[in-house]
T-cell receptor
Framework: DAGVIQSPRHEVTEMGQEVTLRCKPI?????LFWYRQTMMRGLELLIY????????DSGMPEDRFSAKMPNASFSTLKIQPSEPRDSAVYFC???????????FGPGTRLTVL | RKEVEQDPGPFNVPEGATVAFNCTYS??????FFWYRQDCRKEPKLLMS?????NEDGRFTAQLNRASQYISLLIRDSKLSDSATYLC?????????????WGLGTSLAVNP
């Protein structure tokens, strides 16, 4: 298996632009997680899905952030409009069950100028 | 008090040393615990789960102390390749949902 795939790996954009991050989980994993990591705040869970259904989005910072999972093999995290404080590494992870090991993708390093 | 706390370090130790990290949690009903390792500019990867009875994997030992609400990670005979950030994860059941809480990580540097 190729593992969790994320794209793009790097994204540089200007404030106000829309940013879309993509994730392909490991086949057969029912749980998908979106995280944001910064030096100051560490790894923060933004939202997670079970069988394509959003379960907990309490970590989504504000309405500018949205996430979708239209099918079992694809998820997006969208930021519109982006702001400099959104600059971070965004990780997607998947797991087989609620208490199982999470497998992380390589992350998307986002810089908002 | 933060829900999960770790000493950020850095811990600087010589090769061959034994080093231990703790991770404290505030919710006494927390149910599952894990240690992840994250190399610089890489993604986190599971190091080991933490079981109530404690568990060992080679040079690594993880323990849970429910009374004092902390988990620990012990690394024996440190190698240069152990240099990384070690993240603890605590999972609580919040109603019908899980709540994953990550520590900020403890940085370890093993020196020649």
């Amino acid at each position: 298996d190729a593992g969790v795939i994320q794209s793009p790996r790097h994204e540089v954009t200007e404030m106000g632009q829309e940013v879309t991050l993509r994730c392909k989980p490991i086949s057969g994993h029912d749980y998908l997680f979106w995280y944001r990591q910064t030096m100051m705040r560490g790894l923060e869970l933004l939202i997670y899905f079970n069988n394509n259904v959003p379960i907990d989005d309490s970590g989504m910072p504000e309405d500018r952030f949205s996430a979708k999972m239209p099918n079992a093999s694809f998820s997006t995290l969208k930021i519109q409009p982006s702001e400099p404080r959104d600059s971070a590494v965004y990780f997607c992870a998947s797991s087989q069950g609620p208490y199982n090991e999470q497998f992380f993708g390589p992350g998307t390093r986002l810089t908002v100028l | 008090r933060k829900e999960v706390e770790q000493d950020p370090g850095p811990f600087n130790v010589p090769e061959g040393a034994t080093v231990a990290f703790n991770c404290t949690y505030s919710n006494s009903a927390s149910q599952s615990f894990f240690w992840y390792r994250q190399d610089c500019r890489k993604e986190p990867k599971l190091l080991m789960s933490v079981y109530s009875s404690g568990n060992e994997d080679g040079r690594f030992t993880a323990q849970l102390n429910r009374a004092s609400q902390y988990i620990s990670l012990l690394i024996r005979d440190s190698k240069l390749s152990d240099s990384a950030t070690y993240l603890c994860v605590v999972i609580n059941n919040a109603g019908n949902n899980r709540k994953l809480i990550w520590g900020l990580g403890t940085s370890l540097a093993v020196n020649p």
